[in-house]
């Protein structure tokens, strides 16, 4: 994998789900790691701590039909799309002025539109300036829709009834209308001239898989064409934020932590921050999920890696993590300025880690 990522020069790109409650956040995110399990290479593997990997290959099997409208020749090696949606967890991928996810996806049920949690999303988002594009969820419940079986929206569309397209569109105007009045300029994707202007509306069904080709191409071609500078692969020591604090039965505490820059070894010198302050201690153990073939699996079986290079979800084993925070960031120093300086970072930005640890 090192060597695949080197080559390509460019990581994958780290993506949230968010949006209301019943939207359809959970049922979407498995659909897109089932699809991954089954369409992946034989070894290549898509599970990870917190997190699932979906590998270029599957993006161009699934895109396969796209090809004609949207040429996009993938340089990036795949997609992270963080497994726990919503609020919550999006709190902990802080990152200085910003967040650790490059790209997010707003969950909104086409036939119930905005809801309370779909609007506290946005402005999340919009606080942390993180871009999105709109899944517009379960459109096989538009009355008369018949699923087809494609992961191709533009394809599945072409052979609906005629009203059936019109009342898509009256959906998805909708929620033009409902961004607009937000202050975002929206539209169906296959009718955007500009992304850079205009926030994508993607009609999904998370239950039958269409549309998932076009979600996929469309969060791999942007994150691509407009974030080059941001995904580029540095070769140095690693930095990352925990995503949770957990204590494992005959090891001890853990971390679970996405490190989004750099490589993470063995005995890395690691600083993070903690309840009663900055914690400096040394990496014994990284762990990831084995390789499983059933996605349905619970992701308890554990095997030990000596590096592993961003983007990914690992767990680590360390002494002294019992008091880690939840939030807070990672940083891997190479020498003891470095302690000094990544210490003092780090306490700078734990008072408000520590803020929102105390209120969950
Ligand atoms: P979450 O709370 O946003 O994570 O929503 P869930 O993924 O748990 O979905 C809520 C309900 O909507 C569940 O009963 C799902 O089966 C159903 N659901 C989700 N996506 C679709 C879809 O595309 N079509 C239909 N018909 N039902 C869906």
């Known amino acids: 994998m090192s060597q695949q990522l080197q080559s390509r020069r460019l990581r994958q790109p780290i993506v949230v789900v968010l949006g209301h409650v019943d939207h359809g956040k959970t049922t979407l995110l498995d659909k897109i790691r089932g699809t991954a399990v089954v369409k992946k290479e034989p070894g290549e593997m898509t599970q990870e701590v917190g997190a699932s990997f979906v590998p270029t290959s599957v993006i161009e099997k699934i895109a396969e039909p796209l090809k004609k409208t949207f040429p996009i020749k993938l340089e990036i090696p795949g997609l992270l799309f963080i497994d726990t949606p919503g609020h919550e967890l999006f ?4 990152r200085r002025g910003g967040s650790v996810a490059d790209i997010a996806i707003l969950v909104v049920d086409i036939v119930e539109g905005f809801q309370k949690q779909t609007y506290e999303s946005l402005e999340i988002l919009r606080s942390r300036k993180v871009p999105f594009l709109v899944a517009a969820n379960k459109i096989d419940r538009i009355p008369g829709w018949k699923p087809i079986d494609t992961y191709s929206l533009l394809e599945s569309i072409k052979s609906q009834r005629k009203d059936v397209q019109t009342q898509l569109d009256n959906y998805v105007y909708r929620l033009v209308g409902q961004l607009a ?8 994707f296959d009718r955007i001239r500009d992304f850079t202007k205009t926030v994508a509306i993607v009609p999904v069904s998370a239950k039958t898989g269409e549309g998932i080709a076009e979600l996929l191409a469309l969060l791999a071609g942007l994150t691509q064409n407009y974030m080059k500078t941001k995904l580029r692969f540095a070769e140095g020591p690693a930095k990352g934020v925990i995503l ?11 971390i679970d932590v996405i490190i989004y820059d750099g490589i993470l070894k063995k005995n890395d010198t690691i600083i993070i921050g903690g ?24 992701k308890t079986d554990l095997t030990q890696i000596d590096e592993v290079y961003a983007a990914a979800g690992v767990k680590i084993y360390a002494p002294e993590l019992e008091n880690a925070l939840a939030g807070s960031p990672l940083f891997v120093a190479e020498n003891e300025q470095q302690v000094e300086e990544y210490k003092k970072i780090i306490q700078e930005e734990i008072a408000s880690v520590k803020y929102y640890n105390a209120n969950i």
């Not at 709190?91 to 802080?94: E, G, K, M, Q, T």
């Not at 009045?181 to 169906?188: H, I, Q, S, T, Y």
């Not at 949770?244 to 853990?254: F, P």
């Open 91 to 94: 709190s902990n991928l802080r």
């Open 181 to 188: 009045e937000l202050g975002f300029n929206a539209d169906r």
């Open 244 to 254: 949770e604090v957990k204590e494992l039965q005959g090891l001890g505490y853990t």
């Open 275 to 298: 309840l009663n302050g900055p914690i400096v201690t040394k990496v014994r153990s990284i762990l990831v999920p084995k390789p499983l073939q059933d996605i349905k699996v619970v």
